[in-house]
Every structure is written in structure tokens, then in C-alpha cells.
């Protein structure tokens, strides 16, 4: 019973920035790595950046070195700074978390957020 909720979409012009928002709730034992996806129009899925529990992380070529993946494990929260957007960021973002739900059954597993649209328009 673990629910992750994001916020922080909407509409940006080219070299705006946003910052994305994802905070999970429900039976939480232990939150592992996080990460975000993104989903654009005819486009598969792709990781976008994950960050472990120790701080390690990783980008997409296409967004490194203006995107910026964090945790504050006090809020169960990932955050996402997206800046300098371009045009072809314009996508459906998602949130995942490996989550342990209860010590009893511990083992992880993946929960997804429902997803926010950022557009990028001039």
C-alpha cells in the first residue's frame, strides 16, 4: 500500500527550468535507489536518472549537465531540477521507488508515480 505522488509539471519555454516532485506515502520500511523516467509523444520510455541510497547517480546523455536528480529520505522524496530545457524534453515524467513495505516480507519492490506532463513551447 505505498502511493507515490508528483507534482511540478506544466509549460516551459526553451531554457526555463522546472523542478519535479515526487513524495511516497502508505507502508514504507525502507525506500532504496529512486529515479525518474520520461515518456514523450511516440517515444518509448527511458530513465532519465536514478540516484542510490548512498547518493550515486546517473544521467541520460541527453540531460547531463542540466539535469539534477536528489533525495531527502527524511520527506521520502525524489526531486528532479530540470534547466535549460530544450524542445525535445517534452515529455510524460515518472517517479519510481524500490520501496520494502513491511519488515515481515522484506524485500523490495517498485512503485511508479502516476505521472506529469512537462511541455516544452515557445
Known amino acids: 500500500q505505498v502511493q507515490l505522488v508528483e507534482s511540478g509539471g506544466g509549460l516551459v519555454q526553451p531554457g526555463g527550468s522546472l523542478r519535479l516532485s515526487c513524495a511516497a506515502s502508505?507502508?514504507?520500511?525502507?525506500?532504496?535507489?529512486m529515479g525518474w523516467y520520461r515518456q514523450a509523444p511516440e517515444k518509448e520510455r527511458e530513465l532519465v536518472a536514478d540516484i542510490s541510497v548512498g547518493g550515486r547517480t546517473k544521467y541520460a546523455d541527453s540531460v547531463k549537465g542540466r539535469f539534477t536528480i536528489s533525495r531527502d529520505d527524511t520527506k521520502n522524496t525524489v526531486l528532479l531540477q530540470m534547466n535549460s530545457l530544450k524542445l525535445e524534453d517534452t515529455a510524460v515524467y515518472y517517479c519510481?521507488?524500490?520501496?520494502?513495505?513491511?519488515?515481515?516480507?522484506?524485500?523490495?519492490?517498485?512503485?511508479w508515480g502516476q505521472g506529469t506532463q512537462v511541455t516544452v513551447s515557445s
Open positions: 502508505g507502508s514504507i520500511f525502507r525506500i532504496g535507489a
Open positions: 519510481t521507488m524500490k520501496v520494502v513495505g513491511d519488515y515481515a516480507v522484506y524485500v523490495y519492490s517498485d512503485y
